[in-house]
């Protein structure tokens, strides 16, 4: 079980906006009222398998063979907050547009805290590992549509109910799936970052030097 | 033998245990889906099924679970194929023993609306399928759902495409509710309004831990329940489940006195669980459990009891109201969601929802509307239409057990809407009134109600969801009528033992301070028995009324609904002060009341479009080159936005006052493409342009191309904003822009396109927007608005 604790404040604020400035008072009681509600109401969830490499069914493409390389194992991981996060976001934009944007960053910093503490809990079932950042269906030339393959191996709709749609988006929408290498050697430890991230084009913290809170890996 | 048989003649009937608990044991390998064992290894899965039939089970389910045409589509086998071999697997194994073969259907793998992007009508075609395959069975069985209208389009399905007998069982986490938020009790009253001949629960948790469960169900429905519970919770390493035969049929038989007839196992359980239970309930009778609850109606998530006067809301209707006539036929769903939203804040319990207009395809409006109210609202809501047709989409796609608003007396309404109401288990507002019109004394009304009770009950709807509307009428005109509607309700009441409704404020017509008639006629009712008073919460000394009756009448136990309603009232009632404060400064600020404020000082003294031109979009500007400039937060920007809106909003009322022309800078359609169902950034979009003055028309997420042109044809747009998140839905906004630009009605006479579209989303680029035909590519919802500039500048007049 994973209990949430309030979403590190500098990644929400990130996602805002807003970066040559500090949040006024306004916008403090907002973001604190914010936090108050999400973790009352986010049900975080996880699931995970190990599974023994090399296995040509989890591979598709050569970004996710660079990034297993030097593993002999790795996990499956999936995390979700659950569905009452989606219904008060629908709601919300309904009833108050910048409540909703606070929320909504809000959580995706708290599904990337769920996502750091399953890791650290499994971490330390496996001393003397080594383990690759989270790598998800999506990433660099690994298709999304391995996201059907990773909810059915984990049995991720009957277990914590999560599921995709035919468009390979998670339902609910604040979830994560990933896999993990694992290896007894050191393996370079990347952060995901710009190198990997499809948005690289795109980015409005890229387009001012700056990125999203995944380390910038030089490129 | 059949079930209901099987059910009549045994105490308790028992069901198999798991099916994939004895796949796993037997280390069989299987491709894709343990379904596929029914033709690679069908001797391995009757054995199964043998062994669960010699331990005792009367009923086994066909290894059919994940066999759906989504969870098979890799598997090369059809759901034809795996579906006649799984029965006829079971049915073997069955054989000369009297047990029965069920065919077992799990949920589809992938989420409904509006958590999800499956659409009711797809979900109800998968189950279709798999029911036309397995009409081999005794019995259909839907199971481990966790989500009521993903299982009421299942019920559904089995109900319109066989005379085979349902089960139906949901699967609940710790929190008593299911994944998807569904209460117990909206399960047992839907599932028992839905015709199922059992209900209950599966998988969940172990046996010892379902209490609670299974007594809220008990409360709720007088079918026997089923309890097919898991052997506790797995071991993570080794898999293994914690609670063992003789302590998990120990743990089934405390949940006898809750009327508990079908029992069984789920995950983990084995062979040994069935006979475990087998030899418990020997000699044990089954204990029948009537509902404790008179009558109640609810959403997936919400029930209410009809205990007490229960105030349903009238706003969601277009009578009278232009503004919400004009959102009707603008499609403007979100105005519909504001209504809904703030009635329920005001207190109302339950929503009427009317959208008949003789502009609109009402049919298809009634459908749109009670989905996207259904996912913001968890008020249960009431179905208010003149053509059956209507309420029939309304009830096919209600997740809950509604209300149907309404039958009267007259011969066609009794045959064409009481069959509905009985066959999608609603309740039903009886209006007496018939052919002859509404009768003057009570006597004739309480006729009326009683034949329309007579034929609701002839048809095995019970009097108790039957609630009766004696009518109210206008007391200016006719001054005895409300002694006469007030003298039926209480005969209906008392004599009929049916629960009550009315609509409230007809009653003050042509009088002044109607809302002091409103509120005595209200409580004079609520005294003779009114359960269900129809009228507009938002007016606060009527929903008072009704919350201070229930105090005095000692239904509001402690007080303590309406302490909680009224404690922190004074503070929040002072009027904000709208302090002197420029326009500019307001809008910049974000703060709404101030920038009314000034709106209205300057239109004492400026023209309308000059307030617009030289004030607010100047300072709108301002805000968002800060934002651009990152030197304000987006949440800040949509401050802005909103207190913009606040001004227009002013100024709308100021021109209609004065009967000037509307302000609408121009018309614009805003949709997250088809498959795509994240619209944040879409709505974000939406506010602005909303703010900067243009009429925005919201499509909505998921949004078919089709739905797209046609409403740009219909309400002759020019201009079309799409939004993708995903480079999967990219296509769609290809495919959409092909559409637009393809049809005839949206092209100049050279062939050229008149619609100017701008697109924006995670992963487009410009390159990428312009190579699929669009004509801006939006970064941000600022550029959406300079996009917006850009087109309307050139149709604009000088002025």
Request: proline content about 4%; overall charge negative; hydrophobic content about 40%.
């Amino acid at each position: 079980m994973i209990t949430t604790e309030a979403p590190d404040r500098a990644e929400v604020l990130r996602y805002l906006g807003g970066a040559d400035a500090q949040p006024d008072e306004r916008l403090t009681a907002l973001l604190d009222s914010c936090e108050k509600e999400l973790l009352r109401i986010a049900e975080p969830k996880y699931l995970y398998r190990m599974i023994d490499l090399p296995c040509d069914e989890w591979i598709a493409g050569e970004d996710i063979r660079a990034h297993l390389r030097g593993c002999d194992r790795a996990i499956l991981l999936c995390a979700t907050l659950g569905m009452a996060v989606d219904r008060t976001l629908r709601v919300t934009q309904i009833k108050d547009m910048s409540r909703a944007v606070v929320l909504d960053s809000m959580a995706n910093v708290l599904i990337e805290q769920v996502c750091d503490k399953a890791e650290r809990l499994i971490a330390a079932q496996l001393p003397d590992c080594h383990l690759t950042f989270r790598y998800s269906p999506g990433y660099g030339d690994y298709p999304i549509a391995m996201q059907k393959k990773f909810l059915e191996a984990l049995d991720a709709p009957r277990k914590i109910g999560l599921s995709r749609n035919e468009s390979d988006l998670l339902t609910p929408s604040k979830s994560v799936t990933a896999i993990i290498g694992v290896s007894k050697e050191p393996v370079e430890r990347r952060r995901r970052g710009c190198a990997v991230c499809n948005l690289r084009e795109t980015c409005r913290y890229r387009r001012r030097g700056n990125h999203c809170g995944f380390e910038n890996t030089s490129q | 033998m059949d079930l209901k048989t099987l059910l009549n003649k045994k105490e308790f009937v028992l069901l198999d245990g798991a099916m994939g608990t004895m796949i796993q044991k037997s280390g069989a390998v299987y491709d894709h889906s343990p379904e596929t064992l029914n033709i690679t290894r069908p001797e391995l899965i009757q054995s199964f099924h043998k062994a669960y039939i010699d331990a005792g089970a009367d009923i086994v389910y066909a290894n059919t679970f994940g066999a759906n045409a989504y969870k098979l589509a890799e598997s090369g086998y059809s759901v034809q194929e795996i579906i006649a071999a799984a029965v006829q697997n079971a049915k073997k194994a069955a054989e000369r023993t009297g047990a029965l073969v069920a065919l077992d259907i799990g949920p589809i793998g992938m989420l409904l609306e509006p958590a999800g992007s499956l659409r009711f009508d797809e979900a109800y075609d998968y189950f279709r399928e798999q029911i036309e395959a397995g009409q081999g069975a005794d019995l259909i069985v839907f199971e481990t759902m966790t989500d009521l209208y993903e299982l009421k389009a299942a019920v559904l399905a089995a109900k319109e495409h066989s005379d085979l007998p349902v089960l139906a069982t949901m699967t609940f986490e710790r929190s008593g509710r299911t994944f998807t938020g569904v209460s117990p009790a909206a399960a047992a009253l839907t599932l028992s309004g839905l015709g199922v001949e059992a209900l209950g629960v599966n998988c969940s948790l172990g046996p010892d831990e379902l209490e609670p469960v299974i007594a809220e169900m008990t409360r709720y429905t007088d079918l026997p329940l089923i309890v097919k519970a898991n052997a506790g919770l797995p071991d993570p390493n080794s898999n293994e489940y914690d609670i063992l035969p003789d302590r998990f049929a120990e743990c089934v038989t405390a949940l006898l006195p809750y009327g508990v007839k079908l029992v069984g196992g789920c995950c983990g359980t084995t062979p040994a669980y069935i006979a475990a239970i087998k030899a418990a309930l020997d000699g044990k009778q089954y204990i029948p459990c009537p509902r404790s609850t008179d009558t109640a109606v609810c959403s997936a998530s919400t029930v209410v009891e009809i205990n007490m006067p229960r105030i349903i809301g009238e706003r969601i209707n277009p009578t009278g109201k232009k503004l919400f006539r004009q959102a009707l036929v603008e499609n403007n769903i979100d105005y519909i969601l504001t209504q809904a939203l703030s009635q329920v804040s005001g207190g109302a319990e339950l929503l009427d929802v009317n959208v008949g207009h003789p502009e609109i395809d009402e049919k298809q409006m009634m459908v749109r509307v009670l989905k996207a109210i259904q996912s913001v609202c968890d008020a249960p809501l009431q179905i208010d239409s003149t053509k059956p047709e209507v309420l029939e989409a309304g009830l096919r796609c209600y997740n809950g057990k509604p209300i149907v608003n309404s039958v009267n007396g007259e011969e066609k309404s009794l045959s064409s809407v009481l069959p509905l109401v009985k066959k999608y288990g609603a309740s039903v507002v009886g209006l007496t009134l018939d052919e002859d019109g509404i009768p003057k004394t009570a006597d004739g009304r309480f006729a009326i109600a009683k034949r329309i009770v007579e034929r609701a009950e002839a048809l095995g709807i019970d009097r108790r969801d039957v609630y009766i509307d004696c009518l109210t009428l206008t007391v200016s005109a006719e001054q005895d009528a409300c002694r006469e509607t007030l003298q039926a309700l209480r005969r209906v009441k008392t004599e009929l033992g049916c629960k009550t409704c009315l609509g409230v404020s007809n009653i003050s017509f042509g009088l002044p301070n109607r809302e002091l008639v409103n509120r005595t006629f209200l409580t004079m009712a609520m005294e003779e028995g009114l359960d269900l008073p129809i009228i507009n919460p938002n007016i606060e000394s009527m929903t008072g009324a009704v919350r201070a009756y229930r105090v005095l009448a000692g239904l509001d136990k402690n007080s303590l609904d309406f302490i909680a309603a009224y404690q922190d009232t004074p503070a929040a009632a002072a009027k904000p002060s709208a302090a002197e404060m420029s326009l500019s400064d307001a809008v910049y600020s974000g703060l709404q009341n101030e920038g009314a404020a000034a709106t209205r000082k300057l239109l004492e003294t400026q023209e309308a479009m000059v307030i617009v031109n030289q004030h607010l979009i100047p300072a709108l500007d301002r805000v968002g080159e800060d934002f651009e400039k990152n030197k304000i937060f987006l949440p800040q920007l949509i401050q802005s936005a909103n207190t913009a809106q606040a001004c227009f909003d002013v100024i709308k009322e100021h021109l209609s006052r004065t009967g000037t022309e509307s302000v609408s800078k121009g018309k614009i359609i805003v949709a997250t493409v088809k498959g795509d169902i994240h619209d944040i950034g879409k709505n974000i979009v939406k506010t602005l342009l909303d703010n900067y003055g243009y009429t925005v028309v919201d499509l909505g997420r998921d949004v078919d191309p089709q739905l797209i042109a046609d409403t740009a044809v219909e309400q002759d747009i020019t201009m079309v904003g799409l939004s993708a998140l995903m480079t999967t839905t990219l296509g769609s906004m290809e495919e959409t822009i092909r559409l637009i630009r393809a049809t005839k009605a949206l092209q100049n006479p050279d062939g050229s396109s008149r619609v100017k579209i701008f697109v924006g989303g995670a992963v487009l680029t410009r390159d990428y927007a312009m190579k699929i035909g669009a004509d801006f590519y939006c970064r941000d919802a600022k550029e959406s608005v300079d996009a917006a500039k850009t087109v309307f500048k050139e149709s604009q007049n000088p002025d």
